[in-house]
């Protein structure tokens, strides 16, 4: 397989101005999966992926509609049938490019400046899928597949991969497969390569607070009839105590405590409050005691509101005390807790806490399930030789703080695990202006996919 791996590599090199064409070319489709005025943008970024498949000579390529955005499949089988299935996931949708006003070279026109390429998508995530799909098409133009692949490419992970659970479970024979190769995370550093193994879940919720039944002068009033405004303040204040822990009732239940090893392997990053401040221009860190602040960010789960609103919030004076207030609540969550389970938590704090002077509706907006990998599994091992391979260091374990829901459906579902890895960068402006990618590291990322596919095999082989 030396010499197999060898002609891969040196047909990735040989046809890199026609890869980054083709990364152009994807990139200037405007599929923003939240927009209903971008849905033919959709179906051509979904036909686009559709034809490349074909064109590399992937099989059975077919574009499946769900419930919303459809789902691409196409499949390449091994010579050798004992071969382990990899299932490659990624995602065709993007982000919306707004503010316009802020971006230094069209959204949808990727532009190469010095050595990073620019525009909406190249990071999240249509570069780092064309990574996976040029590996696979260097392996199969230069020789046989060492393994099955079937690729999943869907058009909703931006807008919460809402018709995935559906998809999943009445494609289980389809989608069936040993392990997942999920590079839609990415590295430690623009030098320093990683293998992602645990993401957190998400809970999100709106809150509704509701007083008189319209609006009052504040003058007339103001003191006898409760704000809504300040009973939602006092309401999402109370969600924290003063040690930065979640008071939702029960909310720590499940969380697991992680193990002085992992918390030794996690400070080995050097992300420490430092880190962090210069990260965010935030004058202080803030969180759950007991805890470093990336064990805040990775390891435990947090509650954030994400916007508030009331009534009047136009220039100048208003003297209204507004009949309404309104919240967005998130939570991240982590392996063991469930969104649902959640949602109760919520409803329980809120019948314990709210006054009797306003009435409120809770909304849940939708959820997902945190996933946690194996880091001596088959797949993660490949995948920590092949990164070493190309960057000459070993790659980092991490979690993430993020979260990618379509990983827990593949665990609760399909019952395997992901290695999730990726070659974008922490600075690479991820759903904002000038979202970019470092071409280095996304040629050094096809290198390593090559690698990690006949690293597969020969592991089935042993």
Not at 63 to 84: D, L, M, R, Y
Not at 352 to 359: D, E, G, H, L, Y
Not at 380 to 387: I, K, N, S
């Amino acid at each position: 397989m030396a010499n197999a791996r060898e002609a891969a590599i040196e047909y990735l090199e040989s046809n890199d101005h026609r890869f980054l064409d083709e990364f152009k070319a994807f990139v200037a489709i405007p599929s923003v999966s939240t927009l209903v005025e971008s849905e033919p943008a959709i179906q051509q970024a979904a036909e686009w992926v559709a034809d490349h498949l074909k064109g590399i000579g992937v099989q059975e390529v077919r574009i499946i509609p769900t419930g919303g955005h459809p789902v691409v499949f196409g499949e390449v089988c091994s010579a050798n049938p004992a071969a382990p299935t990899v299932l490659v996931y990624g995602h065709y949708d993007v982000q919306p490019a707004e503010p316009l006003e802020l971006w230094m070279s069209g959204a949808f026109d990727a532009q190469v400046r010095g050595e990073h390429i620019y525009g909406r998508g190249v990071t999240d995530m249509k570069g780092q899928a064309l990574a996976a799909i040029n590996a696979l098409e260097a392996i199969l133009k230069t020789g046989q597949a060492p393994v099955h692949v079937k690729l999943l490419m869907e058009g909703e992970e931006e807008i919460g991969s809402k018709n995935m659970p559906d998809f999943i479970a009445s494609h289980k024979d389809l989608l069936a497969c040993d392990l997942v190769l999920n590079p839609d995370t990415g590295m430690a550093s623009e030098v320093l390569p990683a293998i992602t193994y645990a993401l957190r879940g998400m809970a999100f919720f709106e809150l509704w607070v509701h007083g008189p039944d319209h609006d009052l002068h504040s003058g007339t009033f103001g003191g006898v009839v409760h704000n809504p405004a300040v009973a939602l303040c006092e309401l999402v204040a109370g969600m924290h105590d003063a040690q930065g822990r979640v008071t939702l009732p029960g909310f720590y239940d499940r969380v697991r405590e992680i193990g002085q090893e992992e918390r030794d392997e996690l400070a080995r990053l050097g992300m420490d409050e430092a880190y962090f401040k210069a990260q965010t221009g935030a004058p202080a860190v803030w969180g759950e005691q007991g805890y470093t602040p990336l064990e805040r960010v990775w390891v435990r789960p947090t509650l954030e509101i994400n916007g508030m609103l009331s009534d009047f919030t136009g220039g100048g004076r208003k003297t209204v005390l507004p009949a309404w207030a309104t919240a967005k609540i998130s939570c991240r969550l982590v392996p063991d807790q469930d969104p649902e389970e959640v949602h109760q938590q919520m409803l329980a704090y809120l019948e314990a806490k709210a006054p009797p002077t306003i009435t409120w509706k809770l909304h849940a907006l939708g959820g997902s399930t945190a996933a946690i990998s194996d880091r001596h599994s088959a797949g993660v091992l490949a995948m920590q030789d092949a990164l070493q391979r190309v960057w000459k260091r070993q790659p980092v374990f991490r979690r993430e703080g993020g979260s990618v829901p379509v990983v827990g459906l593949f665990q609760r579902l399909l019952g395997v695990e992901s290695v999730n890895t990726g070659f974008s960068s922490p600075g690479d402006n991820m759903h904002s202006p000038n979202e970019k990618l470092h071409l280095g590291n996304w040629r050094k990322g096809m290198q390593a996919l090559v690698h990690f596919f006949y690293n597969l095999a020969e592991a089935g082989h042993e």
